[in-house]
């Protein structure tokens, strides 16, 4: 197997653990909060919705970083 396609495979998938746990974690406190106040559930998916995408942004860096290494080394 060509080391490149391994390498690819690695940087895409290690790369979307850490977000997708985090919108997980997120999307958790966020219901939690709002379970307990609803009357604050706007502000509170307000933020949840921004944290979740500066979440995403690492997982698109990561698939950067993968297209980089398919295609240009």
Do not use: C, H, W
């Not at 998916?45 to 993968?66: D, G, H, K, Q």
């Amino acid at each position: 197997m060509d080391l490149k396609v391994l390498a690819t495979g690695l940087a895409i998938g290690l790369g979307a653990i850490g977000p997708g746990v985090g919108v997980g974690l997120v999307a958790l406190g966020a219901l939690q909060g709002i379970a307990r106040n609803p009357e604050v559930a706007g502000e509170i998916r307000t933020n949840m919705l921004l944290a979740i995408a500066f979440a995403e942004a690492i997982a698109i860096y990561s698939l950067v970083v993968a297209l980089l290494i398919a295609f240009v080394l």
